[in-house]
């Protein structure tokens, strides 16, 4: 009997091997904590520095310690606001850092507790009742901005924010927090790293509170009359996760300012999940790590890589 030889069917390939290829790479926002606000006609305190980055190196079956940085504490009566936490990404080979906001100055105490501290954004300089102008902080280069600077005998300044310098008051009206900055990483565009509102002054002639800057700024502390609910008002906190700066306090005493906002950690990478960490969510063609405080980072072996067939006819 012959020998009857099988041929492949038309269009038939032999598969020959798989190539690899690596996209090592993600994308990263890091937003440190907000400044706390100042007492007694207080600044607004300045956002935590906002930092973001595409095309970010990683490697594959590695950890990356993430820290979230917490808000600077709300201030006593008399004193000024608290610097928020630094944020950051690092490993040993890798260390990326944003700078906590700067705390506010303190009105009606003037000297060295006046003035607002320097920070990823600068807290408002302190006003109400201090003899001088008081300046606002100094904001990091790429992370931030200065806060405003407060007026003697009138409102405080607002902290700077991300997006934008704080600003000085108008008359007895607190100033207002600068804005912050949208980033797209979540899977919608979301504005972080807003600062404080300026605390109105202490009087009964008018004015309104500085109000804070958009994502996540906390309004400045009004004054009400002699005789109403409360004379005086504290400031609003930043809001959670978004590094905003605390509001001042207003001139009535007491009225302390408020907590800066926490900040946030975001990474974010192309294709489906291939690390750990975080809470992990998806958008179209995307994979997202949001830390909401302190974490790990860890990716998998196959991270990045993409695996291609080729054959021959």
Do not use: C, E
């Amino acid at each position: 009997m012959g020998i009857r030889r099988l041929g492949r069917p038309t269009g038939f390939n032999y598969p020959v091997g798989l190539s690899a290829t690596s996209n090592t790479v993600v994308d990263y926002l890091v937003v440190a904590g907000g400044g706390g606000g100042g007492s007694n006609g207080g600044g607004g305190g300045g956002a935590g520095g906002f930092r973001t980055a595409s095309n970010f190196s990683v490697s594959p079956s590695t950890n990356y310690t993430i820290v979230v940085g917490g808000g600077g504490p709300a201030s006593s009566p008399g004193a000024k606001g608290s610097n928020g936490s630094n944020s950051g990404i690092y490993n040993t080979s890798t260390s990326f850092w944003s700078t906590g906001g700067g705390g506010a100055g303190s009105g009606s105490v003037p000297g060295v507790i006046s003035p607002g501290n320097a920070g990823g954004s600068g807290g408002g300089g302190g006003g109400n009742d201090t003899p001088t102008n008081y300046p606002g902080g100094a904001g990091t280069p790429g992370q931030g901005n200065n806060g405003g600077t407060g007026q003697a005998n009138q409102g405080a300044g607002g902290g700077g924010g991300a997006g934008a310098v704080g600003a000085s008051p108008g008359g007895v009206n607190g100033g207002a927090g600068g804005n912050g900055t949208a980033s797209p990483l979540s899977g919608t565009p979301v504005t972080y790293a807003g600062g404080g509102g300026g605390g109105q002054r202490g009087t009964a002639d008018g004015g309104v509170f500085g109000p804070g800057g958009s994502g996540g700024g906390g309004n400045g502390g009004a004054y009400v009359a002699p005789g109403g609910p409360n004379p005086g008002q504290g400031g609003v906190a930043g809001s959670p996760n978004t590094g905003g700066g605390g509001g001042g306090g207003s001139g009535a005493t007491p009225a302390i300012g408020a907590t800066g906002g926490s900040g946030i950690v975001i990474i974010r990478y192309a294709g489906s999940v291939a690390a750990g960490g975080g809470a992990v969510t998806t958008s179209p063609g995307y994979t997202i790590h949001t830390f909401t405080g302190d974490g790990t980072f860890a990716t998998n072996s196959n991270f990045g890589l993409s695996l291609t067939g080729y054959s021959i006819n």
